[in-house]
Nanobody, 119 residues
Framework: QVQLVESGGGLVQAGGSLRLSCAAS????????MGWFRQAPGKEREFVAA????????NYADSVKGRFTISRGGAKNTVYLQMNSLKPEDTAVYYC????????????WGQGTQVTVSS
């Protein structure tokens, strides 16, 4: 089992920055690929970014490329999402997720953290 706890959400003005953190616990949590997803009111959940278990391969949704950066901490069991140049359309609940086999199928999810960007 892997438990995921997100933090770092909040209210920020357009153009500002936030850094989200996701702490993963569990014996093999550091071996999982990790991803960030988001869900805005009235919309489906969408992929934002992912990083492999080593932390040396990442991919991003087109809507956040060049603005967001996903990374892993030194112990590999913490994942960050640095969000710069935030836009009102980035407002959503952001979820951290863990992918046991790096297949794009996420097995575990956090409870989410709210990000609100005001115009």
């Amino acid at each position: 089992q892997v438990q995921l706890v997100e933090s770092g959400g909040g209210l920020v003005q357009a153009g500002g920055s936030l850094r989200l953190s996701c702490a993963a616990s569990g014996r093999t949590a550091s071996n999982y690929a990790m991803g960030w997803f988001r869900q805005a009111p009235g919309k489906e959940r969408e992929f934002v970014a992912a990083v492999n278990w080593r932390g040396d391969s990442t991919n991003y949704a087109d809507s956040v490329k060049g603005r967001f950066t996903i990374s892993r901490g030194g112990a590999k069991n913490t994942v960050y999402l640095q969000m710069n140049s935030l836009k009102p359309e980035d407002t959503a609940v952001y979820y951290c997720a863990a992918d046991r086999y790096g297949s794009g199928s996420y097995n575990y999810w956090g409870q989410g953290t709210q990000v609100t960007v005001s115009s």
